[in-house]
T-cell receptor
Framework: GNSVTQMEGPVTLSEEAFLTINCTYTATGYPSLFWYVQYPGEGLQLLLKATKADDKGSNKGFEATYRKETTSFHLEKGSVQVSDSAVYFCALRELGGTSYGKLTFGQGTILTVHP | GAVVSQHPSRVICKSGTSVKIECRSLDFQATTMFWYRQFPKKSLMLMATSNEGSKATYEQGVEKDKFLINHASLTLSTLTVTSAHPEDSSFYIC??????????FGPGTRLTVL
């Protein structure tokens, strides 16, 4: 079956540091890939997505590239802010059929950014 | 953007009672909704797929008689935890697909069973 593996957290950084959160996946076929973010006390929000190999998703300074050859979708940001402190989830979506919309999530990575 | 709401946001109940959680898509119709359970410091575990007008599809290991799902309309799905026990205490989250490749999540419901 499908699975998503994220780097273990928590991750603690100083403001303006570079962020990488690793994500690898196993899937049949060619899934769509997502990063979701969960701010304290809020629901999950879509951060970015990529639907095919070599696509780069980007939003709010975050980027991730769909790497089919390494089955990875690592999240990066060049300069984090305190407001980026949240839990980040990598996810994949199966294509079509009865699995439409079904997401498989990684375990989540807690990011804390200090001033 | 599309909004999904959940009610209640928090509920505390006694062991043996049943609790109903509502998930609503506020400005779009959703023939399918998903129910997840999130454990502390863990990922979201998909429990079931709620289908409007038909039976829900449960993931392996999820007791369908314990977690009753009803998708009564194109904007409402309910999850009822029957005969709740302390081990059912968790954070329950619903989501609804919107157009292609986009899902909107509810804010979650914190269930505590005493």
């Amino acid at each position: 079956g499908n699975s998503v593996t994220q780097m273990e957290g928590p991750v603690t950084l100083s403001e303006e540091a570079f962020l990488t959160i690793n994500c690898t996946y196993t899937a049949t076929g060619y899934p769509s890939l997502f990063w979701y973010v969960q701010y304290p006390g809020e629901g999950l929000q879509l951060l970015l997505k990529a639907t095919k190999a070599d696509d780069k998703g980007s939003n709010k300074g975050f980027e991730a590239t769909y790497r089919k050859e390494t089955t990875s979708f690592h999240l990066e940001k060049g300069s984090v802010q305190v407001s980026d402190s949240a839990v980040y989830f990598c996810a994949l979506r199966e294509l079509g059929g009865t699995s439409y919309g079904k997401l498989t999530f990684g375990q989540g990575t807690i990011l804390t950014v200090h001033p | 953007g599309a909004v999904v709401s959940q009610h209640p946001s928090r509920v505390i109940c006694k062991s043996g009672t049943s609790v109903k959680i509502e998930c609503r898509s506020l400005d779009f119709q959703a023939t399918t909704m998903f129910w997840y359970r999130q454990f502390p410091k863990k990922s979201l575990m998909l429990m079931a797929t709620s289908n409007e007008g038909s039976k829900a599809t449960y993931e392996q290991g999820v007791e369908k008689d314990k977690f009753l799902i009803n998708h009564a309309s194109l904007t409402l799905s309910t999850l009822t935890v029957t005969s709740a026990h302390p081990e059912d205490s968790s954070f329950y989250i619903c989501s609804a697909p919107f157009r292609t490749d986009t899902q909107y999540f509810g804010p979650g419901t914190r269930l505590t069973v005493l």
